[in-house]
């Protein structure tokens, strides 16, 4: 016994060193530790709903919230603090026009409701996971993890860890576009059909918003906000950087291609009390030729 003792240290120090070597092995070949497998890479996101945390903070979601767009998902916690060194990644990326759903682990209302308050919330909407139940369905292994999801809903991308300004650029960003390209590709023979609409028609109808409206990802806010996303995204809450009325954030609006027509027949009616200065589209062949235009360079 007292031999097995004094090599237990021994044994201890060369299984951390195969440990340690094989971590730097796979670093020299290109693989990240911190990239994870994933079982759920390439399928479907766990069938899942999920309430708000507090009333005064936007959410909760469920799976279907995760169609129609890409979308990234963030499992974060008030006591995480490497979620609290990539916060401000996140925060840049909402700015950015990126849809980001988050899942509060296994936290406390008053916890993450002053977390939030304090260090701002990059999130379309927060789920509670108190119990931590729905975290496990999504294979969540520790904090924070971040998940790109893309427009059928797909988990495309895992990452374990906080998210680096290296990471973000080498990976996150990359596997973003990424998604985006597949998106447009997938699009791009469906366009005309979806909306029924002249594309190049819907361009030169355009021009009239162009005082107020951008449509390239990145482009700045007008008096209106850049429109890069907006298909799928929640009206009011996809743009961080734009101060939207409280009717557009109230309205509960997923902006579709219908819910897009509706508004543009009359954006009173449709949104009452917004603050869009224009009386709306009587012509339904011009509002699809100006909807189908605006899913060719949104997307």
């Known amino acids: 016994m007292r031999r097995f003792l004094l090599i237990l240290p021994v044994v201890f120090f060369a299984v951390l060193v195969v440990v340690l070597a094989v971590l730097m092995l796979d670093t020299e070949r290109g693989r990240d530790p911190s990239v994870i497998p994933s079982p759920l890479i390439g399928k ?14 936007p959410g909760g979601f469920a799976t279907d919230d995760l169609r129609g767009k890409v979308t990234m998902v963030n499992v974060f916690a008030s006591w995480c603090l490497p979620c609290l060194v990539e916060h401000p990644l996140l925060s840049r990326l909402a700015a950015d026009g990126i849809p980001i759903y ?14 939030l308050k304090k260090y701002g ?33 797909r988990i495309t991308y895992k990452h374990t860890g906080p998210i680096t300004p290296q990471i973000l650029e080498d990976k996150v960003l990359p596997k973003l576009r990424e998604a985006r390209m597949i998106t447009r590709a997938l699009l791009g023979s469906a366009v005309t059909a979806d909306a029924q609409g002249d594309l190049e028609a819907g361009k030169k109808l355009f021009r009239a918003c162009q005082s107020c409206h951008t449509v390239a990802e990145g482009g700045p806010n007008k008096i209106g906000p850049n429109l890069f996303g907006l298909f799928g995204a929640t009206a009011g809450r996809r743009v961080a950087t734009f ?17 897009l027509d509706q508004f543009l027949a009359n954006p009173q009616k449709f949104i009452p ?27």
């Open 44 to 57: 479907p996101v766990p069938q899942f709903t999920l309430p708000a945390v507090a009333d005064e903070v």
């Open 102 to 115: 988050g899942i509060n682990h296994r936290d406390t209302v008053p916890e993450a409701v002053a977390w």
């Open 121 to 153: 919330n990059p999130f379309t909407a927060v789920g509670f996971d108190p119990d931590g139940r729905v975290s496990v369905e999504w294979g969540v292994t520790g904090l924070p993890e971040t998940f790109i999801v893309d427009t059928n809903g």
């Open 243 to 259: 101060r939207h009325s409280q009717a557009m954030k109230g309205s509960g609006v997923i902006w579709s291609g219908d819910t």
């Open 273 to 299: 009390k917004n603050r869009m200065p224009f009386g709306g589209i009587t012509d339904k062949a011009a509002r699809e030729n100006l909807i189908a235009y605006l899913k060719s360079v949104t997307q």
